[in-house]
């Protein structure tokens, strides 16, 4: 069974993903540009679709695909610390809770969760939480350098994560 979804996710990298570049998807400027979008989105149902779309896109990107080295030139007259900004790699962590219980929902890590992404709707999930800079890292490390994501639900979710347990 586990094959089988890690044969689907594969397929799914694949197909959805082709023509993705690795450094667009783990900038931190590109992904604070994306999390500044889901902010500005209105609706709750609008922002559910942006977040599962950034789960399976992000889903080609493992934590290998991430330096923790990097590497720049500063020309005269250019500003350091926005050098290093641009440069950084990063992904945005989206975890779902559950009562006081959080699961990753990383794809790479946990293929399981692959399933689980068409049971968050707008009846399954009471609120949605962004944390970004310091509050992201204070709460969740230097991981969540380019933001953390927290899908808060409610009980209908429970028997969808019970199956993949």
């Not at 570049?21 to 209105?42: C, V």
């Not at 809770?97 to 929902?105: G, R, T």
């Not at 204070?138 to 808060?152: E, H, K, P, R």
Request: aromatic share 8%; proline share 1%; glycine share 4%.
């Amino acid at each position: 069974m586990r094959l089988f979804l890690l044969l689907i996710l594969l397929i799914f990298k694949t197909l959805f993903c082709f023509g993705q570049n690795i450094d667009s998807l783990t900038s931190k400027e590109s992904n604070l540009i994306w999390i500044q979008k889901l902010d500005g989105t209105d609706s709750k149902e609008s922002k559910l679709e942006l977040i599962k779309e950034k789960i399976r896109i992000d889903s080609i990107v493992s934590k290998a695909d991430i330096s923790e080295k990097i590497s720049i030139n500063v020309n005269e007259g250019e500003n350091v610390n926005d050098l290093i900004e641009k440069a950084t790699k990063c992904k945005i962590l989206f975890f779902l809770k559950q009562k006081k219980v959080l699961h990753m929902l990383d794809l790479n890590r946990y293929p399981n969760y692959s399933f689980l992404l068409k049971h968050l709707t707008i009846e399954t999930i009471e609120s949605i939480e962004i944390l970004t800079g310091n509050n992201a890292i204070s709460d969740y490390g230097t991981f969540a350098q380019c933001g953390v994501i927290i899908l808060n639900s409610n009980r209908k979710l429970k028997r969808v994560l019970r199956k993949i347990k």
